[in-house]
Structures are given as structure tokens and as C-alpha cells.
């Protein structure tokens, strides 16, 4: 456990190094702006396959599901509008006080901050919010609700591409990103450099099996607090395979799928924290270099011992 710790406590400090900064927020920036065109030019399509799909599921759900999915889209909101009124109203101040250095690392800290901040009143005020939403989709005629919780599947869909894109963009640049960590804190034995087409072929596996198992458990969705739950292993099945295999194959020079399956206790606990980035908009670009960096670090300690 011990090693587990100190590899996310490393995990956590390199995601704030301009370093490993400069390929999440670059990552995410190219990723976000080509689902989002790709949004924008399918929208009416991806409406259209979420109005179908939600014709097959009984009115009652769909206004409860609804509910929930709404409560959560406006704590994301509260969560973005809550950082950039932060910066609107005290940018001057923030820019005077706060250097280059850190401007980037600090801004990771109010959003943080502000997603805390919401997730306290969310639980203490939660059923509030959640019984004010199911009573506006009782008053709606059932049209609009179906128009409104489309929308949000149709989010889903976008934000979760995002979310695997942006695992296969860390596994593309996972040997520049670790051979720089190795330099900084592994002097004394190099990254391997020899598995590159192996990791991006493992990744694109992983991210196909995720794809369909995502298809085969979205009617799960429906159903509120299994959603969060079917969700969650979803994201800790695709990161946990991917990033432990991008980490080892960058440690060891024959990656032996049964030892990081004995190991499995740590890297798994490194991938729970781990996809709690996607939790949150904007922080869900560091998740998986939080993840692969952490995994590297707690595979290398292992090695050495």
C-alpha cells in the first residue's frame, strides 16, 4: 500500500508539471475540438438515435433517469460557470499574484475546488435538486421530455469519446512522456523503447471492447445509482488494461500479462483515483496521464525492489 501511495503522490505531482501539462491540456484542446465538430455536424443524427432508443424504455424511467441525468448536468455546469466567474471577476488579481509557472497548475486547483464545493451541496441537497427536476418533467408534455434527456444522451456519447480518445492519445505519447519522467527521476535505468506498436494495438483493443461493452450495458444507464456503478466499471475496466499495459511495456522489456494481474490490487487502486477525473469537465484530460504516470512509478519501485 505504501507503494501505492507514493506512486499517486508522484502521479499527482507530474500531472502539475508543466511537462506532462503541456500534453494533457494539448491533448485534450485537439480531442475536444474534433468531437466537437463532429458533434456539431451529427447532432440532429445522434438526436434522433437517442429519441429512438428512448421510445423503447417506459415513460416512468425516463422521467426519473431524466431527473437524475439533469441534476447532474447542472452541477457540470455549476462547476465550469463557478471557474470562469472565478477568473472574469479576479483575473487581474490572479495574474499579479499567481506566475507563469504556476498559472496552469493553479487554474487545475480552482476547478478542482469548485467541483468540491458543488459536490457538498449536492449531498446535502441533492434529493432537493433531484425532486425539483422530476417535478418540471411531470408538468412537461412528454415530447419535451424526450427532446431534453436526447440532448443529454447525445452528451454522453460526445463526452464519453472524449474520454477514450483521450486514453489512446496518452498511450500514443506515453514513450516521449515517461522516457521525460525517466531523465527527471529514473536516471539510473532507461524507459524501454521497443513496445510502441504494442502498446497502440493493445490500446485499440481495449477501447473497441470498451465500445461494445458500453453498447451492450447502456440500457443500464436507465437505471439510477447502477448507471454510476456500470459506468465506473466501464471506465476503470478501459483504463486499468490500458494504462497498466502501456506502464509495463515501458518498464519491462517482455510485458508478462500474469504478473500485472498479480499486482492487480495497486493498479487498480491507481485507476479508481484515476478515473474520478472524468468526473469533472476539463480534469478528465489529466485522468489518464495521472493514471499511466502513477503506474509507471509504482511498476519501476516494484522493479527495483
Do not use: C
Amino acid at each position: 500500500m505504501k507503494n501505492v501511495m507514493n506512486a499517486m503522490i508522484f502521479g499527482f505531482k507530474e500531472i502539475l508539471a508543466w511537462n506532462t501539462m503541456k500534453y494533457a491540456l494539448f491533448g485534450g484542446f485537439i480531442v475536444s475540438m474534433i468531437w466537437g465538430f463532429i458533434g456539431y455536424m451529427l447532432w440532429d443524427q445522434m438526436i434522433a438515435l437517442s429519441s429512438a432508443i428512448i421510445d423503447l424504455i417506459p415513460f416512468s424511467m425516463v422521467r426519473s433517469n431524466g431527473a437524475w441525468m439533469l441534476s447532474t448536468f447542472l452541477w457540470f455546469q455549476l462547476v465550469i460557470i463557478t471557474f470562469a466567474l472565478i477568473f472574469a471577476f479576479l483575473g487581474n488579481f490572479i495574474l499579479r499574484t499567481v506566475s507563469k509557472d504556476k498559472y496552469t497548475s493553479f487554474s487545475i486547483w480552482v476547478i478542482m475546488g469548485s467541483a468540491l464545493f458543488w459536490a457538498l451541496v449536492w449531498f446535502f441537497k441533492g434529493d432537493y435538486f433531484y425532486h425539483q427536476f422530476l417535478k418540471l418533467l411531470t408538468w412537461l408534455p412528454f415530447e419535451t421530455v424526450e427532446k431534453g434527456i436526447a440532448f443529454l444522451i447525445a452528451f454522453y456519447f460526445i463526452y464519453n469519446a472524449i474520454v477514450v480518445s483521450m486514453v489512446f492519445f496518452t498511450s500514443v505519447f506515453s514513450k516521449p512522456l515517461m522516457s521525460s519522467v525517466e531523465r527527471r527521476h529514473f536516471k539510473e535505468d532507461d524507459v524501454v523503447r521497443d513496445h510502441t506498436f504494442s502498446i497502440i494495438g493493445y490500446t485499440l483493443k481495449d477501447s473497441i471492447l470498451y465500445v461494445v461493452a458500453s453498447i451492450i450495458a447502456f440500457p443500464l444507464l436507465f437505471i439510477p445509482l447502477i448507471n454510476i456503478l456500470v459506468q465506473t466499471v466501464l471506465w476503470n475496466y478501459l483504463v486499468k488494461d490500458t494504462m497498466s499495459y502501456d506502464a509495463a511495456a515501458l518498464v519491462y522489456e517482455k510485458v508478462d500479462r500474469k504478473e500485472i494481474k498479480a499486482k492487480w490490487k495497486g493498479l487498480g487502486a491507481i485507476s479508481f483515483v484515476s478515473i474520478l477525473f472524468n468526473f469533472v469537465p476539463v480534469l478528465n484530460f489529466f485522468g489518464p496521464f495521472f493514471g499511466e504516470i502513477a503506474m509507471f512509478h509504482y511498476l519501476k519501485n516494484l522493479k527495483q525492489l
